[in-house]
Structures are given as C-alpha cells and as structure tokens.
C-alpha cells in the first residue's frame, strides 16, 4: 500500500500563488506517472497536471503558463506551483499516483481563491 500525504493548501487572493507537495510513503515499488486532480463543488474530477517518471508533462489547458507540475524520484513527492491564481482555480486538490498499475489517491487539500 502506498499513502499519500498533501500539504499547502490555503486561501489566497487573486493573483497570488500556492506551492501544493504530496508526499508517498510505504509499500513503494516504483513510482510511474504522478499527478495532481482537483475537484469544484458541483463539478467532476479533473486533471490538472501530470508528470511521468521521464519528466514529460502535461496541464490542463485552464492552467497552462501558471501552473509547473515537478516531482523528486528520490524522495517520493511531487509538488505544484501554482502562479496568478483565479478564483475558477477554487477546489479541492488530490495528489494521484500510480505504483505498479494501480492508482492512489490522497484525500485532497482545499485551495480557496478569493477576493
């Protein structure tokens, strides 16, 4: 079993920025893609961002040139900075990462952007 563990989480006003980490920890065979998710009231889990073992990333285009995706394989976690952020940026955000197939989730951390 892998556990995972989100921290930065916060309110802030538009324009301003958030650093997002998710630490892994146990049972940890070989960490593929991780990648963070976030989820609006009223709204369906979406992607934000990804990373692969390589460093290939992906965004969501909402996010694209405010948001860097970046992971530490030596240390197990993977971080998002989070720049000019907006109020549709409002959401629980869960860290998602895979180990041989299967798929853990944290248990999110709330991201409040407002005025």
């Known amino acids: 079993q892998v556990q995972l563990v989100e921290s930065g989480g916060g309110l802030v006003q538009p324009g301003e920025s958030l650093t997002l980490s998710c630490a892994a920890s146990?049972?940890?065979?070989?960490?593929?893609?991780m990648a963070w998710y976030r989820q609006a009231p009223g709204t369906q889990r979406e992607l934000v961002a990804a990373v692969s073992t390589i460093g290939m990333r992906n965004y969501a285009d909402s996010v694209k040139g405010r948001f860097t995706i970046s992971r530490d394989n030596a240390k197990n976690t993977v971080s998002m900075q989070m720049n000019d952020l907006k109020p549709e940026d409002t959401a629980v955000y869960y860290c998602?990462?895979?180990?041989?197939?299967?798929?853990?989730w944290g248990k999110g951390t709330l991201v409040t952007v407002s005025s």
């Open positions: 998602k990462v895979r180990d041989r197939g299967v798929d853990y």
């Open positions: 146990g049972k940890i065979f070989s960490l593929s893609t």
